[in-house]
């Protein structure tokens, strides 16, 4: 069975997420505007979209290869949580002196899905040795 990710466009130039094959591990996000990063900056980019995640599973964003190795941009942020419901914008940075342009339709970035296990928290004064352990 597999997982269920709603999507809504913000915008006429939003593009919904897409997997360029189906073993893929992100989801590819688009820009939904024209932008230019100045030089030995951060830009936050907007995609248009909203998404409704099932109750445990969020997405991380990270590069997308192309856009890192030919452009040099990076992604600086990423966690969705599944209780998220706000446009889902990338935070790039352009180390370069040099403006960088971004289209829309780009895809700028990737989100890969993960699922969060319910976990309860304990705070204690022993924790048990491994042979990694501080000595």
Not at 1 to 20: D, N, Q, W
Not at 48 to 76: H, M, N, T, W
């Amino acid at each position: 069975m597999s997982t269920i990710i709603k999507f809504k466009k913000l915008s006429a130039a939003a593009i919904i997420p897409t997997k360029a094959h189906i073993d893929d591990l992100g989801l590819d996000l688009y820009s939904s505007e024209d932008v230019v990063i100045s030089g030995l900056s951060n830009r936050l980019i907007n995609t248009g979209i909203v998404c409704e995640f099932p109750l445990f599973i969020g997405g991380i964003l990270k590069d997308r290869s192309s856009i890192a190795s030919k452009q040099r941009l990076y992604v600086k942020a990423g966690v969705i949580d599944s209780s998220y419901r706000g446009e889902i914008r990338i935070l790039l940075e352009n180390p370069d002196a040099i403006p960088k342009t971004i289209k829309a339709v780009t895809k700028i970035a990737q989100m890969v899905l993960v699922k969060a296990e319910e976990v309860n928290i304990d705070e204690t004064t022993e924790m048990n040795n491994t042979e990694r352990s501080k000595k």
